[in-house]
């Protein structure tokens, strides 16, 4: 049976009407057109469909809507700001960090979600972070130095 909730993406406010256990990712897809966030696997194993709730990663075809009502939640498109990219953003392009760009948007955002939890993270730790998601194109060495280059625009901004 469908329930009328009030969630928020991107900062903005949506009333929507869904069974409690509905995923989140259909409703970002299927009713506010953020098609950034991808349907990979449906299991949580692969990080496409990965956005961030409260700040915090979460796989967004295993979280019911009902779990993201009074918590913000940030997708792909909510990165950018003021016509800028983010500074991860930036840094996946700047590193030619993605091929076919599948997993892109759940690798940027469990990246963004792991500096904001962790301003210099070492290597090991970016590793540990992105484990959840799978690209297949291979490109795990840019999209670890991007991440690296992220940081480093992030603190040079903060000073």
Known sequence: ??????????????AVSYPADTPLLDVLRDELSL????YGCGEGQCGACT???GGAPKRSCQI?????VAKPVTTIEGLE????????????????????????SGMLMSSVGLLQKNANPKREEIVQSLQGNICRCGTHPRIIEAVQHAAKMMQERGR
Request: aromatic share 8%.
């Open 1 to 14: 049976m469908a329930k009328a909730m009030e969630i928020e993406v991107n900062g903005k406010h949506y």
């Open 51 to 53: 956005v961030l709730i």
């Open 81 to 104: 700001k003021e016509a800028k990219l983010h500074p991860v953003q930036q840094a996946f392009l700047d590193a030619g960090a993605f091929q076919c760009a599948f997993c892109t």
């Open 35 to 38: 098609t950034g966030t991808k």
């Open 64 to 68: 019911p809507v009902s779990a993201a």
